[in-house]
């Protein structure tokens, strides 16, 4: 896979992409990151990037013109490798596992940061493919969401995690619930134990315990999550879910265990 970044900021990208997985899949082939300076696409003495907005306003826009030019050098340069050009913006749509796989399919892909007030709305409307927000706050701009888009999608490149990782068991993965509890050495760390049924050696407890325990934690945290994915679930799981739903009525009735 192909990933073009273009930002006013190329220098925030380095610890990022030369650090642990990223760096691993890019040293293995799995991927190549390029970041490109915007700036580099003006063409007056200045190099200004921004510009005041029509209509007035604070903050800044940033230009038309040298965004369009870098965008259209950075796919003349790929070609004929496709890149998918993506707006990174708190206004867009929103960042998910199920679009980080969606993502993970295709050959090449484009971001474009945009900081200030934004880029220039006929940028998003005729050089933008897709526009993606991480979440509903807002961050000064597009790098670090393009990181995050990068870096959850790099993961699910295959070759990219290592033997001992593995995205499989993901919260969100798979089946869409939240990941269950992971334990390891000691067996008894600063008094607090673990849950017995690790060490019993019986797998298929173990695995029924890890189901339960994922259902329980999205029950709680997300039940969101539970209500959208409750009619693809077993009539195993929904026993259990109604069993604890009902129960966690109960308690809350009497206790503050919410
Ligand atoms: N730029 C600024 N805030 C953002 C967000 N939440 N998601 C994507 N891009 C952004």
Redesign the pocket.
């Known amino acids: 896979m192909i990933i073009e970044v273009l930002t006013l900021f190329p220098e925030m990208f380095g610890p990022v992409i030369g650090s642990s997985m990223l760096k691993r899949a890019q040293d293995r082939g799995i991927v190549t990151i390029r970041v490109r300076n915007i700036r580099e696409f003006t063409t007056d003495k200045h190099h200004v990037a921004d510009d005041t907005p029509y209509g007035g306003g604070p903050g800044m826009v940033l230009k038309p013109e040298p965004i369009a030019a870098a965008i259209e050098a950075t796919v003349e340069a790929n070609a004929p490798t496709p890149l998918m050009r993506v707006y990174?913006?708190?206004d867009?749509e929103p960042w998910s596992q199920k679009l980080a796989e969606e993502f993970a399919k295709l050959p090449g892909l484009l971001l474009l940061c945009?900081h200030y007030e934004g880029v220039d709305q006929r940028i998003r409307d005729h050089f933008i493919d897709r526009e993606?927000?991480?979440?509903d706050?807002?961050?000064t701009?597009?790098e670090i969401?393009a990181m995050v888009v990068i870096d959850s999608v790099v993961r699910l490149l295959p070759g990219a995690l290592g033997n001992s990782e593995s995205s499989r068991n993901d919260s969100f993965s798979g089946d869409g619930l939240l990941d269950y509890p992971h334990y390891t050495r000691p067996a008894v760390f600063r008094g607090h134990g673990i849950p017995e049924i690790l060490l019993s050696g019986h797998h298929k407890r173990i695995e029924e315990w890890r189901r339960e325990q994922s259902l329980l934690r999205t029950l709680k945290r997300r039940p969101d999550i539970i209500e959208r994915l409750l009619p693809t679930l077993s009539p195993k799981d929904k026993e259990f879910i109604e069993k604890h739903r009902f129960k966690r009525q109960n308690d809350s009735d009497e206790t503050s265990e919410g």
């Open positions: 990174l913006t708190p867009g945009g993606i927000s991480i979440g706050y807002v961050l701009g597009g969401p």
